[in-house]
């Protein structure tokens, strides 16, 4: 049986990283404005609108990294 000054004193895990993430989603939902006031009009159009906004992070680094010539 368990005494109750074990099953009072739990040891709790904190992690304090990851805070960018809300960041990350308003630059998405940015991305997705942009995009689809671009590409309005057909159901595909919109897909791929989506699907740009989901990965401009990808598109800025490569051309970054096309800039500096790396």
Do not use: C, D, N, Q
Not at 2 to 18: L, N, W
Not at 35 to 56: E, P, R
């Amino acid at each position: 049986m368990v005494s109750e000054k074990a099953s009072i004193h739990r040891s709790k895990k904190v992690i304090k990283t990851g805070g960018s993430g809300g960041i990350w989603f308003l630059g998405f939902i940015g991305a997705l404005v942009y995009y689809l006031h671009i590409h309005s009009g057909t159901f595909w159009l919109v897909i791929l609108a989506f699907l740009k906004a989901l990965f401009w992070p990808a598109f800025l680094v490569y051309h970054l990294l096309a800039f500096l010539k790396l």
